[in-house]
């Protein structure tokens, strides 16, 4: 590549075409499961040729890690928003719990697809690497750390310890989704907002833990 020269933009139509090669691994992976996901049984559902998707990505590990990144990205943009939205530490807290969990129910394929490859060796390497992933729990703990400074929540908890938890309790749902379709996103994410707003709140002047 000569000095100065910048790789072209991708058009319209690649992107698209990316983006429906992504939608067809997805189905593929919640279907089939991770190990029998290949670029021939994922060009057969969208109906082009094997060597097109060879094309956009340069390999299944490529091709995974779009659709772990664009399933991550879709999740955080779903959330900000609504975290956004609330104007107090405890507030942002069970909008963040609240839409994170209410993005699991409206995306449940995408989630038994995350499940699948999360399950795979070769898989939990590519998800472990997506930064978005690998920042989750730093993120929300900045967040946490940045309310206990306006002492909008308890100051003498580990913003860390308490961030690993939240994701760990957010993070379980989608192999609960795989063992029980019915299983009521809407009152988990009500419970586990309520554990973790009584876990945070500030201290009273009459509270026997002061």
Do not use: W
């Amino acid at each position: 590549m000569q000095p100065g020269y910048a790789a072209p933009e991708r058009t319209f139509i690649e992107t698209a075409r990316r983006a429906q090669i992504v939608a067809a691994a997805i189905d593929t992976i919640a279907e089939l499961g991770y190990a029998q996901t290949s670029f021939a049984r994922i060009a057969e559902r969208v109906g082009i040729s094997r060597g097109l998707i060879s094309y956009h990505f340069a390999g299944k590990d490529d091709l995974i890690k779009q659709v772990v990144h664009d399933v991550v990205a879709q999740g955080v943009a779903y959330m900000r928003p609504r975290i956004i939205a609330e104007s107090t530490g405890p507030a942002m807290l069970r909008a963040y719990i609240g839409s994170n969990l209410a993005f699991m129910r409206e995306h449940r394929q995408d989630m038994t697809a995350i499940l699948e490859i999360t399950r795979s060796a070769d898989g939990r390497r590519i998800f472990q690497d997506d930064p978005h992933v690998i920042d989750a729990v730093r993120a929300l703990e900045h967040l946490l750390s940045g309310f206990q400074t306006a002492d909008q929540l308890r100051r003498d908890f580990d913003p860390h310890l308490i961030a690993i938890a939240i994701r760990a309790a957010i993070d379980a749902v989608p192999s609960r989704l795989a063992l029980d379709p019915e299983f009521d996103i809407d009152n988990y994410a009500s419970e586990i907002a309520t554990l973790f707003d009584l876990a945070t709140a500030p201290r009273t002047p009459d509270d026997p833990g002061q």
